[in-house]
């Protein structure tokens, strides 16, 4: 007598799940959804910049004008050239010094923002992120922000494998300048609002 086909043996048979909405998108890296969010904070700025812009009518200029609105939500004191505790790393005390976006968060805002205006079809040559405007700027703030609160920037030499540690490629210390690269810009909700030409 043949022995009867068991529960075991059709174990392999059962159809796959269809797929469909029961499956959720794949979830984004944290670096992606940070892109995103800047991403879509800066085309909201631009809706309600006063006159609205486009993103091709966009320059470095208003880039520039972008992180300086920006610094109404900064959680750096940057002292004035006039306050008792400009270049004191650590004051003794608190100052009316406005709070300020650090160096390292608006250095990485700017380079999440150049890789999204080329993945939304920004040619890479008309990148206003990429202006050199914005370089010169960003230069302007990391040494201001170095002077203010009494921390050096220094570039940092990396050795080369094996070598004698001469030479190399020059990098940046975020952190040595007041702020940290994986720090993010992102205004409040319901609180961007484009700004005017006057800064």
Not at 104 to 118: N, P, Q, T, V
Request: glycine share 12%.
């Amino acid at each position: 007598m043949d022995p009867e086909p068991g529960p075991s043996s059709s174990a392999g048979t059962d159809p796959p799940p269809p797929p469909g909405p029961s499956q959720p998108p794949p979830q984004l890296s944290r670096y992606e959804a940070q892109k995103r969010r800047d991403w879509n904070t800066f085309l909201q700025y631009l809706r309600n910049h006063k006159p609205p812009l486009t993103l091709a009518r966009c320059s470095g200029a208003h880039v520039i004008e972008f992180l300086k609105y920006l610094d109404q939500f900064g959680k750096t004191k940057v002292h004035a050239a006039g306050c008792a505790f400009y270049g004191q790393p650590n004051p003794p005390a608190s100052c009316a010094c406005p709070l300020k976006q650090a160096w390292g968060s608006l250095d990485a805002l700017i380079g999440r923002l150049r890789a999204a205006y080329e993945e939304n079809g920004g040619a890479p040559d008309s990148n206003p992120f990429a202006a050199r405007a914005v370089r010169i700027y960003l230069r302007e703030v990391r040494d201001a922000q170095a002077k203010a609160r009494g921390i050096p920037y220094e570039k940092i030499r990396k050795r080369k494998r094996g070598g004698d540690g001469s030479g190399g490629s020059a990098s940046s210390s975020g952190a040595a300048a007041g702020g940290s690269s994986s720090s993010s810009v992102v205004a409040p909700a319901g609180e961007v609002s484009g700004g005017g030409a006057s800064s």
